[in-house]
């Protein structure tokens, strides 16, 4: 939204002065402003990964290309890359696909802007008219590829996404009120742009805090009214008048505007390599507090020693010293090119060994209990290893057919463990598994038969629990005599509120269902109950999590 206003009025007032479009010069202008900084970040951190992490230097190869070429949106999507899902460390560049948008835009806005203005002959109304009508498609594009379940195509896709840009080059074009000689702008009563600045805020604080990540509403319709909610505060802010403009320019909040690029490339990187508890034994408290402290220094670092310099022309100074060194006669002309070309050619060095070495690194090997290697049905009613512990009511028919459990990554993690400790038993767990998910699972396992007096459901990792989803599966398993639902431990918002929905869930159909409360017996497991991830299971965890179930499957 802000970068479309931002173009777009900088774009205009080029074609109103000029009427054309410098598209060679706005070029250069984002190149120097984008690319020295992305590219000294995806070196360091690249080559922190060599040095420390060469484990998953394979896993981030793709990323960094994507990176470097401005199609990271795309290349997630292709690899089918969820951005809601993700439990082990997460790529250091994964967060750039909104730059990989914004360049894309950049590509390809002036000459489409310039057509608008020629075709519509100059007419504002017109031009305005033909970026909605481009909204509205971005608009629709979200509301018809919007499937449910992980919303990360919707999410990271550039034409789902373009319409927050459209509206904010819309806004551009028709209201630019800071442009104009005071006596010539449009006047506003102070109260109504303050009024206004204090709703869009207020709405967006309360998008931040209630939208939810998988929910429908967040995607329809509440991403457009976020965008739209953003460009009636870019409208006040922008009038000289109002009050949030003076805010805005106070010296702090002018001091984090200018390093705001450098805060946005390098905190991903740094609160990816700094998890508490994972990477470092720490609070998450302190965890905080140095992540802050370390991003807000490598920023004012990027900032001052790269951006502004290369932003006033430092590389090309550095060329035409090399070039006049290479023309003055005598040994000090020379040494000085021979200075210059050597550090050149050990940084070109250094970049092709980092560059060869993130190309010939081997992909992660899966570990034996790693969720990615296990989706789908995990086990079958192979009979080996009987453990009896369903006691039949006396003179009634034993149905021999196996417990079954329903689950997600977090159940595939503990397949061995599940097979050894019940022996008989079927696993219906798959990566990334949404709740609905499971329950289509469950209904086609019941129409083949397969459901017997145990069910063992654990969803609710991936996104959030309904209670008419606990209500729907008693409903599918009317004659089942257990069902235990696992709650979630899991590092994300819907946490609490799914184990609310199931504790709540099984209030309302005690009798046949128990809840396992996994948030709370974990801490009753072995030590290094999960792997690295904090989420799933090792070895140990596993042994104790199928112990737990084991235990409340009894009738």
Known sequence: MLSGYLITSLLWSELRNTNRV?????????????????????????????????????RIRGDVAAAATYTSNWYLVGTDHSYFTTFARPSPFAHLWSLAIEEQFYLLWPP???????????????????????AAGSVAALFLLYAGGDPSRVYYGTDTRAAGLLIGAALAVIWRPFAKPEQDRPRVPRWALDGATVA????LVFAFMRFDDLSSFTYRPGLLLVALATAILIGAAVHPDA??????????LRWLGKRSYSVYIWYFPVF????????????????????IAATLTLAELSYRFIEEPVRHGALGRLFDRIRQSLRTPGGVGQRTALRLAGTAGIVSLLLVSLTATILEAPAPIAEAAD????????????????????LPTPNAPVDVRPPVAIGDSVMTSARPALRDRFGRILIDAAVARQVKDGIAALERLKSEGRIGRVVIIHLGNNGRWLAAQVDRIMRILSGVERVVFVNVRVPRRWEASNNQTLAAGVQRHAGRAVLLNWKKLWRTCPAKTFGKDGTHLSATGARCYSRLIANASVI
């Open 243 to 252: 009050r949030i403009a003076k805010m805005l320019g106070t010296a702090p």
């Open 22 to 58: 410098a598209i060679g010069t706005f070029l250069k202008r984002r190149a120097r402003r984008l690319f020295p900084a992305l590219f000294v970040m995806l070196a360091l951190v690249s080559t922190a990964f060599v040095l420390w992490y060469p484990g998953e230097v394979g």
């Open 272 to 291: 990816v390599l700094t998890r508490p508890g994972v990477d470092y034994d720490i609070t998450i408290g302190t965890a905080f507090a140095m992540r």
């Open 371 to 390: 969720p990615s290697s296990l989706v789908g049905v995990l086990d079958q009613d192979d009979g080996t290893n009987p453990m009896v512990f369903v």
């Open 112 to 134: 489409a802007l310039f057509l608008m203005w020629t075709v519509a002959r100059r007419r504002a109304k017109r031009v305005v008219a033909a970026i909605a009508a481009g």
């Open 200 to 203: 869009a805020l207020a709405f």
